[in-house]
């Protein structure tokens, strides 16, 4: 909530985001969830994957206010490609925050066209795809 909530959003847009920023329990227990620590074991990030067809969604990928710019983002998008790559699947799928598009760009994803938000009635979300290389090994 803290991450999403560093662009400024209002209390609206962010108590109907409140449940598309959940992470599912059955989510951690399936090992598709990875959390970025300090030495202390402060969690500075996380970033969360799920199937999608054929294809891996990046469902969550947040970083601590503090800790933006240090590199953590990089980190967990690389653990999301390295998560979907052991998968065997293709294509990482980014519905993004309109804030963070560059971000994703940046890392090597490319445009893929508009997805509905499914907490904000009436948002559209820009959707981006990244391509896995399969012949990297993990």
């Not at 662009?7 to 990875?34: H, K, N």
């Not at 947040?62 to 800790?67: C, K, L, Q, R």
């Not at 999301?80 to 994703?104: H, K």
Request: aromatic content about 10%; proline content about 5%.
């Amino acid at each position: 909530m803290r991450s999403k909530a560093h662009w400024g959003y209002d209390a609206e847009f962010m108590r109907l985001s409140w449940r598309s920023l959940q992470i599912e329990p059955a989510a951690i227990g399936e090992g598709r969830v990875f959390v970025a620590a300090d030495q202390d074991d402060k969690p500075l990030g996380v970033v969360d994957c799920a199937f999608l067809g054929e294809d891996v969604d990046l469902m969550h990928l947040f970083v601590e206010p503090g800790a933006l710019g240090r590199g953590i983002g990089r980190v967990l998008f690389a653990t999301a490609i390295d998560w979907t790559r052991a998968q065997g699947r293709r294509t990482l799928l980014i519905a993004s925050d309109p804030n963070a598009v560059g971000f994703y760009r940046r890392l090597g994803a490319v445009d893929a066209g508009w997805i509905p938000s499914e907490a904000v009635p009436g948002r559209m979300l820009p959707l981006l795809k990244y391509a896995v290389d399969l012949r990297i090994a993990v």
